[in-house]
Each structure stands twice: as C-alpha cells, then as structure tokens.
C-alpha cells in the first residue's frame, strides 16, 4: 500500500511564502503524475498543481500559476509545492496525490487513487 505523507503546512501573512512537501513511501512506486489539490471550508477539492513523475513536465491551475512551483525529487520519493506571493484566498488544507502508473490524466480527484491526510495553509491579510 502506497503512502504519502505531507509537511509544511502553516501560517503565514500575504506576500510570503511556504513550501509543502510530500513523500510517497513505495520504493518500486512510479506514479504517472503527482499533484496537489487544496480544499477550502465548505468548497470542493481543486487542483493546484501537477507534475509527471517520468518526464517532470509541470502543470497549474491558472489561479497559482507564476507564484506556485511544484518540483519532485525522485531519489528522494518526494514532491514540492514551493508557494510564493501567497493571499488569503490560498487558504486551504493542502493535499497531496499520486495516481497509479498507467493513469495518465491529472485535472480531477478523482483521478489520483493516493492520497496524504492533508496540511493546513493558512494566509493573514
């Protein structure tokens, strides 16, 4: 069984910044993408971003894209989501997600069959 844990997670004022982390715990396991998604009170979860374990080609939600990098270190089983400029609507538990090796697509929860057990971001005005 696949885990990923995360950390990371914290509070902040508006224009900082934080970077989450998240290892997945199979030593054999190659997902086809790792993401991240967040959920606000209330909201659905929302993909943030993603990146394809293999290749390393990056995708963004347009609502973080230029002030969110997600990178991956792959000797190291472990994804980032380094969050700069940060506001207040970034407010979220953050989630982190691996999919199975041969599910390639990426936008919805639903397609990730892994998940971590959340971390608090919290951004002050």
């Known amino acids: 069984q696949v885990q990923l844990v995360e950390s990371g997670g914290g509070l902040v004022q508006a224009g900082g910044s934080l970077r989450l982390s998240c290892a997945h715990s199979?030593?054999?396991?190659?997902?086809?993408?790792m993401g991240w998604f967040r959920q606000a009170p209330g909201k659905e979860r929302d993909f943030v971003a993603a990146i394809n374990w293999s290749d390393g080609i990056t995708y963004y939600a347009d609502s973080v894209k230029g002030r969110f990098t997600i990178s991956r270190d792959n000797a190291k089983n472990t994804v980032y989501l380094q969050m700069n400029s940060l506001k207040p609507e970034d407010t979220a538990v953050y989630y982190c997600?691996?999919?199975?090796?041969?599910?390639?697509?990426?936008?919805?929860?639903?397609?990730?069959?892994?998940w971590g057990q959340g971390t608090q971001v919290t951004v002050s005005s």
């Open positions: 199979g030593r054999t396991f190659r997902p086809y993408h």
């Open positions: 997600a691996a999919n199975r090796p041969s599910w390639p697509r990426f936008r919805l929860a639903a397609d990730y069959a892994y």
